[in-house]
């Protein structure tokens, strides 16, 4: 067994296998290197945006293969790729874990997506809302009760397993945060659990886009797919990127509705610990659905009412068209940091540290997920269409 | 320490976590919105792009 899962390890073994970067608890913000952090985050955002602009024209009038790749590649696999090759570099250097305090992906991904609110008209959130509602409760029921059923089959802890299945099925680090309160685990199952989200985010930005343009899926069904079974919004949202406008928008607001669910999970955990496990632990409260309810969710609607009304009483078409060109290129930024500091969050450390049990369960959950959010996906937003702007 | 202490410390921690995670998400709310409202009044525009003053200072 690993520290993971061993309740019994040793204080000093805990220490030793906990990699706290992963989960930022505030305290590394009051540190002066959370600037220099945040300076790597731009310079390699500053990288992935010049290499966007430059690598088609180098490969203009090469082979047509060479000159398809440089024209179809999107800012997204530029920043998360100077992303990782920055993470390279500052752990060769042993910088890596000292700067993670600014490497800020929830407040990057989370501020694009307001932003993003306000490029996507109220009809198309109010369009797709029910699907996203049923698609998330459906796909969160199955993929947690799958994952919980498998994990305790293998034998993992109950703490470390509510953590996997809430990550896996609800939105990755910030659902397994929610969870670990909820459920008191050890600091370093959240460490755990929040690096595996990671490291089986990351290869799905590039994955499931192609496996979309594979499979021939419309814009609708794809984002819905992407936003229903990646685990982190930051990869949810690249994907989306990659894969085209129309995308992003099914993906953002199908992740929206999943990241608005976790309250309900997280109180069903804290009742059912509360109740079943630990039974001196602290009952749920209803003001909880609201504490935990994620309030980007709501930024991102006020964000999409406000534009829609605000954008109606514009005559000037050219006026309109200026003031949605520089929302889009402002979540375009906010994206662009959020990319490349998933990259520089990626690490192989937590699949070593917390042995073949919890990465097993994950892996196995992650490819339930693919399967069930497809069909899910293609059921619900078939036929689904974006308007044109 | 007993198992028990050492739980109930990591349970402080984890609460820390969560409490960090919330207390940023309204920051990015905030912000998100601040810029969109900047950006529907006409306080940014293009001008603040990578290709204009922002790209020059850069």
Not at chain 1, 68 to 82: E, K
Not at chain 1, 88 to 107: C, I, M, S
Not at chain 1, 213 to 219: A, I, N, R
Not at chain 2, 15 to 31: H, N
């Amino acid at each position: 067994m690993s520290a993971a899962d061993t309740p019994a390890a040793s204080p000093q073994a805990e220490r030793d296998a906990l990699d706290e970067s992963v989960v930022e608890d505030g305290r590394g913000v009051r540190s002066p290197l959370f600037l220099a952090g945040l300076a790597v985050v731009l310079l390699g955002a500053l990288v992935a945006r010049w290499l966007a602009v430059e690598v088609p024209t180098w490969t203009d009038g090469a082979a047509s293969w060479l000159a398809d790749i440089g024209a179809n590649v999107d800012y997204p696999v530029y920043a998360v790729l100077a992303g990782l090759l920055l993470n390279a570099v500052l752990h060769g250097a042993g910088l890596r874990d000292r700067l993670a305090a600014g490497f800020r992906t929830e407040f990057f991904i989370k501020t694009g997506l307001v932003v993003l609110g306000s490029t996507v008209l109220l009809s198309v959130i109010v369009d797709a809302a029910a699907r996203s509602v049923l698609q998330g409760v459906l796909l969160i029921s199955g993929v947690f009760a799958f994952t919980w059923w498998f994990a305790g089959r293998l034998g993992v802890d109950d703490k470390l397993r509510a953590l996997l299945a809430t990550a896996v099925a609800v939105c990755g680090v910030s659902a397994a945060i929610a969870a670990a309160g909820a459920v008191r685990a050890r600091r370093e199952q959240l460490a755990y659990a929040a690096g595996l989200v990671i490291v089986f985010a990351l290869p799905s930005i590039f994955v499931l886009p192609a496996l979309a343009d594979w499979f021939g899926l419309s814009d609708a069904v794809a984002g819905a797919w992407f936003g229903g079974n990646i685990d982190t919004t930051a990869a949810v949202t690249a994907a989306g990127a990659i894969q085209g406008d129309d995308a992003l928008q099914i993906a953002a607001i199908v992740k929206g509705t999943q990241n608005a669910l976790i309250g309900f999970v997280a109180i069903g955990l804290t009742a059912y610990f509360a109740f079943k496990v630990d039974r001196g632990a602290e009952k749920p409260r209803a003001i909880e659905l609201w504490h935990r309810f994620p309030k980007f969710v709501l930024g991102f609607v006020v964000a999409s009412i406000v534009a829609t009304l605000w954008l109606d009483q514009i005559s000037d078409a050219a006026r309109v068209d200026e003031i949605k060109n520089v929302t889009k290129v402002f979540s375009t930024y906010f994206f662009t940091l959020a990319f490349v500091a998933i990259g520089l969050e990626f690490k192989v450390k937590p699949l070593r540290d917390a042995g073949w049990r919890p990465v097993a369960a994950f892996g196995a959950a992650t490819v339930f997920n693919l399967a069930l959010a497809l069909l899910l996906a293609s059921v619900l937003f078939h036929g689904f269409e974006l308007p044109s702007t | 320490m007993s198992e028990l202490d050492r739980g109930a410390t990591a349970s402080e921690d984890t609460d820390a976590a969560r409490s960090f995670a919330l207390s940023e998400d309204w920051l990015a709310t905030v912000v998100g919105l601040v810029v969109v409202l900047l950006a529907l009044g006409g306080v940014i525009d293009s001008s603040w792009l990578l290709d204009g003053w922002l790209g020059d200072l850069l």
